[in-house]
């Protein structure tokens, strides 16, 4: 489904500092996946890269088999991929309701109440939610269109451990049932140990 073929990565600002060194990996549809790592290790980078919202200085990204360069960027990003942000990225002066709405087609209130809001909050501005209700927002609006891939970074960061469950619950469900490759950054054991396959990001490599 996804393939990262010898990638290198640095930052232009500190070129001296290589944050992915010739990584490779290939990501299953139909399996969940947990990358963990410390804080800094470019966990939040490599989301990123195969986001498509950058690009890598060196190697390949293919999704199904073509280099993602050769699509259209815009076109990957918004069919190809769905990315929960670390730090949610919701759209401040609108409604959950309205936040997962541009997230595409289904029905945003059932999704909402699926990650546990009730229809209230659905219908409030997203600054009188607390943190651990955006976060569930961004996971709504994420799962809300039909992208084959989902990113999501430290997904549960926010949230306490029984609503962190049904979190995971939802995305394991996703992978399993709709045959969604779901790749979460995390460094929550809780979710590490509900995925399929657990990967951690060191020195510049997945192992
Ligand atoms: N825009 C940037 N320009 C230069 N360096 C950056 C930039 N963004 C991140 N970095 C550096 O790249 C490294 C990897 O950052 P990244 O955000 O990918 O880490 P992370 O693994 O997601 O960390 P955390 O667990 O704290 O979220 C860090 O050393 C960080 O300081
Ligand atoms: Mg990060």
Redesign the pocket.
């Given at each position: 489904m996804l393939t990262l073929e010898n990638i290198v990565y640095y930052?232009k600002?500190?070129p001296e500092?290589m944050?992915l060194e010739h990584l490779s990996r290939q990501f299953e549809a139909g399996k969940m996946y947990a990358i963990l790592?410390e804080?800094?290790?470019?966990?939040?980078?490599l989301l990123s890269l195969m986001a498509g919202l950058d690009i890598p200085t060196e190697g390949r990204i293919l999704v199904s088999g073509e280099d993602i360069r050769h699509r259209n960027l815009n076109e990957y990003r918004r069919h190809h991929v769905s990315l929960v942000f670390?730090n949610y990225n919701l759209i401040d002066y609108l409604t959950p309701l309205e936040n997962v709405k541009l997230g595409g087609r289904k029905d945003p209130m059932e999704l909402l109440q699926l990650v546990g809001l009730t229809e209230k909050e659905a219908r409030r501005n997203i600054l009188q939610l607390s943190g651990g209700q955006q976060q569930r927002v961004a996971i709504a609006r994420s799962i809300a269109g039909d992208a084959p891939i989902l990113l999501a970074d430290e997904p549960t960061g926010n949230l306490d451990e029984s609503t962190a469950l049904e979190i995971i619950r939802i995305f394991q469900d996703l992978a399993h049932t709709q045959r969604k490759c779901v790749i979460i950054v995390t460094h929550s054991s809780q979710l590490a140990e509900e995925a399929d396959i657990v990967l951690l990001l060191k020195d510049g490599k997945l192992a």
């Open positions: 930052y600002a500190q500092k944050i790592g804080s800094g290790s470019g966990k939040t980078t670390q």
